[in-house]
């Protein structure tokens, strides 16, 4: 598509629940990235996806967290057993894998642990 | 890791107003990127710069690498221009990896 897709825009959720989100990547963007942003903070790096493979988990905050990508294409980033603390924005960008150009970010998915 | 710290952390500006943003990091860099936040959280890539200068309209960007700073310009300021600017780096083995971001500069232009 002609950017990046993030779904849903909005999440509410109960403490315990998982929770999915879901990012539909630039076509042909072989690199794809999962950020979150906490209310008035800057953004915190979660995990890297170079084509399927994910070369920097550094940023997963625990075990409850876990992300995939199929296909060199959509990613879904797993909350399990979802905490208050996990209430933020989930922003997802992708980038063509070439050096030169910058990253495009997804609106993003707000959610709300209750 | 690299950290990055961004000044002012606001700043109100006039319409019409020119203004410089800055950004120091701690360490040598691949990559370095300038976001626009606007007020509905829509992050905008503005520049890719880990060296030299790039303008774009009334925007414009220079990085030195050898001293560790960028800066952004906004020059002739509009209401749009308000929201959150982010820099953000990546170190010497992150050409298209991670990037660590700066807390950032909240940008109000008035009218």
């Known amino acids: 598509g002609a950017g990046v897709s993030q779904s849903p825009s909005n999440k509410v959720t109960e403490k315990g629940k998982d929770v999915e989100l879901r990012c539909d990547p630039i076509?042909?963007?072989?690199?794809l990235y999962w950020y979150r942003q906490s209310l008035g903070q800057g953004l915190e790096f979660l995990i890297y996806?170079?084509?399927?493979?994910?070369?920097?988990k550094s940023g997963l905050p625990s075990d409850r967290f876990s992300a995939e990508r199929t296909g060199g294409s959509v990613s879904t980033l797993t909350i399990q057993r979802t905490q208050q603390e996990d209430s933020a924005v989930y922003l997802c960008?992708?980038?063509?894998?070439?050096?030169?150009?910058?990253?495009?970010f997804g609106s993003g998915t707000r959610l709300t642990v209750v | 890791g690299i950290q990055v710290e961004q000044s002012p952390p606001d700043l109100i500006l006039q319409e019409g107003a020119n203004s410089t943003l800055r950004c120091n990091f701690s360490?040598?860099?691949?990559?370095l990127q300038w976001f626009h936040q606007n007020p509905w959280g829509q992050l905008i890539n503005l520049f890719y710069?880990?060296?030299g200068t790039k303008q774009n309209g009334r925007l414009s960007a220079t990085t030195v690498a050898t001293e560790r700073y960028s800066l952004l310009y906004i020059s002739s300021s509009q209401t749009t221009d308000s929201g959150v600017y982010f820099c953000?780096?990546?170190?010497?083995?992150?050409?298209?990896?991670?990037?660590?971001f700066g807390a950032g500069t909240q940008v109000v232009v008035t009218p």
């Open positions: 960008a992708t980038h063509r894998g070439v050096l030169g150009y910058g990253y495009t």
């Open positions: 710069i880990p060296s």
């Open positions: 996806f170079q084509g399927n493979s994910a070369p920097d």
């Open positions: 076509s042909g963007h072989t690199a």
């Open positions: 360490d040598s860099v691949n990559n």
């Open positions: 953000a780096v990546g170190g010497p083995d992150d050409s298209w990896g991670k990037l660590q």
